[in-house]
């Protein structure tokens, strides 16, 4: 299975990943061919990249941090919770804690694998997608770092409802290309927002609620709403921030385009201790794979290959593939190459191929 990028699908590719409607119901089912109709309509719903099976993929070990099943299920829950907030601004979470459960599951039965990111997300979709992806991340971190199951859970469910206040910002706000200072302003509040709806949910643990008023802190006091420091942040929300951060740049938005796994784990390097907890953030660098497998890659040498799978303890040495030289002529015989091995091949780049 390897990671294609949408505009250079032919037709004839079989999907190794379903994808999902809004509503959790499968689009198109993996082991299907794609047809050169389905093409347009999956540009149509801002689909960037589709996971395919292939010869060139041919022993790629790509295995998601937490069940296709539970990603999808857990994206129409957040969802529904949401967009109901929204419309009648009333709060029905019981649903959320079942996500929150059924993420921590699959993650402890996963959690000694190098973090992939595969989740294939509609335009339509970020802010649900995102706020699974950013639970699903943090309670990973949590876990590492020891905490008991009761926090977890707290870290999850405040991570599920972190950008809950982002649906009372009106949508031509949140959609502009370009955002004034009044805009920016008004998307800060949407943590008082989000804080101000669930203040008085009794079954809310304050640990829950911290986090969606604090995600946005820094370890400087540059963040908002309040410009805490160091300690006075507590610490579930340093860990949904780096969650947060991370998803962020790494996912195509309106203003953005994502950027590269390793490009985001250098800017993070870059603020350790600045404005991310250093401690949490080595955690978190270390079990997130700076190369995901199946994707592209270009070497030291200007050979061009694929990872193959991961070397747990060494994040950034995977296992490739090598499947043209450096003249760029394609390699009939594929050459494995064990990063953690040959110390004097290192990657330069991640490519499409």
């Not at 390897?2 to 999902?20: C, F, H, P, T």
């Not at 809004?22 to 089912?29: G, R």
């Not at 099943?69 to 804690?97: H, Y």
């Not at 579930?236 to 790494?250: E, P, Q, R, W, Y």
Request: with cysteine; aromatic share 8%.
């Amino acid at each position: 299975m390897r990671r294609l990028n949408i505009e250079l699908v032919k037709g004839d590719e079989i999907l190794a990943r379903s994808i999902y409607t809004s509503t959790n119901n499968i689009l198109l089912n993996k082991g299907v061919q794609i047809k050169k109709a389905y093409i347009s309509k999956l540009k149509e719903l801002g689909i960037e990249y589709i996971y395919v099976d292939d010869e060139l993929s041919k022993g790629v070990e790509l295995q998601d941090f937490i069940e296709e099943e539970t990603r999808e299920k857990s994206k129409s829950e957040v969802k529904n919770v949401l967009e109901k907030f929204s419309a009648q601004n009333k709060l029905e979470l019981s649903t959320l804690v079942n996500s929150a459960d059924e993420i921590i599951e699959d993650i402890l039965y996963q959690k000694e694998i190098l973090i992939n990111i595969t989740d294939i997300r509609r335009k339509d979709e970020y802010i649900y997608g995102h706020s699974v992806n950013v639970c699903a991340l943090s309670v990973l971190v949590a876990l590492k770092l020891g905490y008991n199951r009761k926090r977890v859970k707290d870290i999850a469910i405040g991570a599920l409802l972190h950008d809950l206040g982002k649906v009372l910002i009106p949508n031509e706000i949140i959609n502009k290309d370009v955002l004034s200072e009044k805009d920016k302003e008004e998307i800060k509040k949407h943590v008082i927002y989000g804080y101000e709806a669930v203040k008085d949910e009794s079954w809310l643990s304050p640990v829950s609620k911290v986090v969606i008023l604090t995600h946005h802190e820094r370890v400087n006091g540059s963040g908002y709403p309040f410009g805490w420091e160091g300690e006075k942040v507590h610490d579930a929300s340093k860990i949904v921030a780096i969650c947060d951060t991370f998803d962020a740049l790494t996912t195509r938005r309106i203003l953005n385009k994502p950027s590269k796994v390793y490009e985001v784990i250098e800017y993070f390097i870059s603020q350790s201790g600045i404005l991310f907890d250093e401690k949490i953030l080595k955690c978190f660098i270390n079990n997130i794979a700076v190369y995901p497998s199946g994707i592209g890659v270009l070497t030291n040498e200007n050979e061009k290959g694929i990872v193959l799978k991961q070397n747990k303890d060494f994040p950034s040495r995977p296992i490739i593939r090598i499947i043209e030289d450096s003249s760029g002529n394609k390699v009939d015989d594929w050459r494995e190459v064990d990063l953690t091995k040959a110390l004097t091949t290192f990657i330069t780049d991640t490519i499409e191929i």
